[in-house]
């Protein structure tokens, strides 16, 4: 144990505190403002320290990691422009409500506000966008700053908290308290809460229950659905939140996403309650808020939040319950079940209509090259129920969402913000805390653009991840608004792509090129019997701009 009268650096406290807090992993691009940290870090085995080539994608990394463990993903990145690139993970980690701490250099105390070398107010800068944002101004506060960290960015609705360290902290010797390991705290749902919960949804004749947000694990997701099936509950989930529930059980009713199944949203209007868990109803899940109106809903509303300031922001609930979402779905498995008869035909056919809707149709005459159906639903044959499966944004992630059934919690990386690139550096991070797993990461020729140098970064860290980039030469989302804004007058969205093939051999992948339905299924087999980092480049049709539409 270490003798906490010694006189030590800051950055030596610093890490002392993260491992008392729990850290296995941290991702960085290494920097100058922060060495005595990496110096600390080698010493520590039992931490890994995951290096990138981009900060963006270091901070994608530990959002990753925040949503596969619950725990707090961990970044360090040097100060300006090391901090503006790991912005993108910290606007993904809010948006997403992931716990994650994001770590930057500072330059000394005694040069602040002379606009030093790359000196930020990191506190203005991160205010709006972070749960928190502080700069430590002590040495002996190190452990204490670290401990609120840790807390805030797991109390409540979990999120992003920004850490500056002054570089004349973090070099300079002191001693300090000891480190001090944080005890996040959720609210739980009352007794009358469940009462008058139970008493709305046995009036109901036509309820739907929407999951979605952060915090579940696998207990919650588990007393989840035997709460569905014991009251015979229609699941839909939020938006990029379909592993929280198995897609193949009977209750799934599909996912409240772009692409959106039209019978579903019709669900949603007719239902007489809605019973949202965890989720804060966003403009994706509630396709533009009219799904539900605002600020008060048609529908009777039951709405948990584990954050008290979301529960009456937007929609005005019936029963607003603050509590976090295990707290809760453990106080949903213990509730007695109410009579059901009422909805079991509103149940079963909610679940049909999401087996029909999730079903690939047969590829048209004119379609050319790879069907993304046809690969998708060749993946849902073939990949274990515990593949991790992430994307960023893009149109091709409709195909991906709405034909893919995911089984397990914790299986499915898409940021809710719409973040591009996401999907490489996530996927890594998902490989090396499950290296036993399947990961497979999907990215749009523009998204695997943001940040392809991370294959190197899988190389060097053994992260055999297979990545499908779908290729059909522009950036498809804007091209779909821009022909129905601007019909015939496209501008500044073909891309002139380089040889996804040629390059990824170049960065020391297994690579193949797919132009034909038939020869995906042995170049996927090929390329996860690989042993190393992967790429399939599909070439698709580009006229086929979503799943049920073309361009003209």
Request: hydrophobic content about 45%; aromatic content about 8%.
């Amino acid at each position: 144990m270490q003798d906490i009268k010694v006189p030590r650096n800051g950055g030596r406290i610093l890490v002392e505190s993260l491992v008392k807090n729990g850290v296995e992993a941290v991702y960085c691009v290494p920097g100058e403002s922060y060495l005595p940290v990496l110096d600390a870090l080698r010493d520590e085995p039992g931490v890994r320290t995951v290096v990138t080539r981009h900060e963006g994608a270091a901070s994608y990394m530990a959002d990753a990691y925040g949503k596969l463990t619950g725990r707090p993903g961990i970044c360090f990145v040097t100060r300006g422009p090391g901090a503006t690139h790991a912005s993108n993970g910290v606007h993904t980690a809010m948006q997403d409500s992931t716990p994650m701490i994001l770590f930057i250099g500072q330059v000394e105390r005694a040069f602040l506000g002379r606009e030093a070398f790359q000196e930020v107010d990191y506190v203005k800068m991160f205010g709006g966008l972070a749960k928190w944002a502080t700069q430590i101004d002590s040495l002996e506060r190190i452990p204490e700053v670290v401990a609120r960290a840790f807390s805030v960015a797991l109390s409540g609705r979990p999120g992003p908290v920004v850490v500056a360290l002054p570089d004349d902290i973090l070099f300079g010797q002191g001693v300090a308290g000891p480190a001090v390991a944080a005890q996040p705290v959720q609210a739980a749902p009352g007794p009358s809460d469940m009462s008058e919960l139970r008493r709305l949804l046995a009036a109901a004749r036509h309820p739907l229950l929407i999951v979605g947000g952060s915090g579940w694990d696998s207990d919650a997701c588990q007393a989840l659905r035997r709460f569905a099936a014991a009251n015979n509950l229609p699941v839909a989930t939020a938006f990029r939140r379909q592993d929280l529930f198995d897609n193949a059980n009977a209750h799934y009713a599909g996912h409240l996403g772009f692409g959106l199944s039209p019978q579903l949203a019709e669900r949603v209007r007719g239902a007489d309650l809605i019973l949202a868990i965890g989720t804060r109803l966003g403009e994706i899940t509630s396709n533009g808020y009219t799904l539900i109106e605002n600020p008060q809903p048609t529908q009777t509303l039951i709405h948990v939040h584990a954050d008290p300031e979301e529960l009456g922001r937007v929609y005005h609930a019936r029963l607003p319950i603050n509590a976090g979402v295990q707290a809760f779905a453990a106080s949903l498995a213990a509730l007695e079940p109410v009579d059901s008869s009422a909805w079991r035909q509103w149940t079963q056919d909610a679940h049909a209509e999401y087996l029909a809707f999730s079903t690939p149709p047969a590829t048209s005459a004119e379609h050319a090259g790879v069907d993304m159906g046809k690969v998708m639903t060749h993946l849902r044959e073939v990949l274990t129920e515990d593949a991790i499966l992430s994307n960023g944004a893009g149109n091709y992630a409709v195909w991906v969402h709405r034909f893919y059934r995911y089984r397990r919690p914790a299986t499915e990386l898409a940021p809710t913000n719409g973040a591009m690139g996401y999907g490489l550096p996530a996927a890594i991070a998902a490989k090396l805390l499950h290296p036993e797993r399947q990961v497979v990461c999907f990215a749009g020729d523009g998204c695997f653009m943001m940040y392809p140098q991370e294959l190197a970064t899988a190389l060097q860290f053994g992260a055999a991840v297979v990545v499908i980039v779908v290729n059909n030469g522009m950036y498809g989302t804007i091209r779909m608004h821009q022909e129905r804004e601007y019909p015939a007058r496209p501008f500044a969205t073909d891309l002139q792509n380089p040889d996804f093939v040629a390059l990824a051999r170049a960065l020391g992948a297994h690579a193949e090129l797919v132009e034909h339905n038939e020869d995906f299924p042995a170049a996927f087999a090929r390329a996860t019997q690989s042993g190393r980092p992967a790429l399939i480049e599909l070439k698709v049709d580009p006229r086929q701009i979503t799943p049920q539409a073309r361009l003209a």
